[in-house]
Structure formats: structure tokens, C-alpha cells
């Protein structure tokens, strides 16, 4: 809407923030990425080793699968990992970059994004229904 990303562009880019937030950061995967995952606009491309082909049309029902197999991974980590822990390093090119990060800092980042997404959605939802 106006320039922003569709619905399924962003439960896409959610994945995307999942994947790297929780499958590498946290999970230590060097290469976690779905290639249904959107990195945000900002991020330098990185052929080879991030999703983010803006051509790609899933459907939302695809993109629902991915996102559900993503939420199960959240919460196994929410129910295994202490979370005043340090994550390991991943070493392998991708993002966020190779280092260790606290998984506080990690979960933050998805509950961060997840909030934000939900507060873009509805207010698209209203914009929508108010025409």
C-alpha cells in the first residue's frame, strides 16, 4: 500500500527476520535463508547468500507455511534456550553479520519486528476499509 510492502511481502520479510535473527543467530545455521525470506529494502544484495528476488509471487498460502514452520522454531527456542545466554558465532557471510550475539537481544529483534509489521497491517487495514 502507497509504496510499501503488500501483506505477503511482509509475513515474506518476516521469514527473512526469523531466519536470521533466530535460525542464525541464535541456532548457529550459516545459511538459514528461505527463498521465499525478503530482507529489507536497505540491505546491500548478496547473490548466492540472502533471498530477496522481489519477482517472486508465492501465493499467500505458501507464504503461510513457511511462516508456521518459522513459528515452531521460535518456540522451541523459547522453550530450550536460556535466554541470558550468548549465541556462537556464525562465521559464514549473511546477516546479521558473523559475531556473537546475546539471545535476549536476538528474540527482541523478531518480537520488534513482529509489533511493528502487525501496527503496519492494521493500519493498511483501516486506510483500506475507510474507503
Known amino acids: 500500500m502507497d509504496g510499501e510492502y503488500s501483506f505477503i511481502e511482509t509475513l515474506r520479510h518476516l521469514i527473512f527476520a526469523t531466519d536470521a535473527w533466530v535460525s542464525r543467530a541464535v541456532l548457529g545455521d550459516p545459511s538459514p535463508y528461505s527463498p521465499l525470506g525478503l530482507p529489507h529494502d536497505e540491505m546491500p544484495e548478496m547473490p548466492g547468500v540472502l533471498p530477496g528476488d522481489r519477482s517472486l509471487r508465492p501465493s499467500l498460502d505458501e507464504v503461510l507455511v513457511v511462516r508456521r514452520e518459522r513459528a515452531d522454531v521460535v518456540r522451541r527456542v523459547l522453550s530450550d534456550f536460556d535466554l541470558e545466554g550468548v549465541t556462537t558465532p556464525v562465521?559464514?557471510?549473511?546477516?546479521?553479520?558473523?559475531?556473537?550475539?546475546?539471545?535476549?537481544?536476538?528474540l527482541g529483534s523478531i518480537l520488534?519486528?513482529?509489533?511493528?509489521?502487525?501496527?503496519?497491517?492494521?493500519?493498511?487495514?483501516?486506510?483500506?476499509?475507510?474507503?
Open 112 to 131: 520488534n519486528e513482529e509489533w511493528e509489521h502487525r501496527l503496519f497491517a492494521e493500519r493498511d487495514l483501516d486506510a483500506l476499509t475507510g474507503r
Open 91 to 106: 562465521e559464514a557471510p549473511g546477516y546479521p553479520p558473523a559475531r556473537a550475539y546475546p539471545v535476549r537481544r536476538c
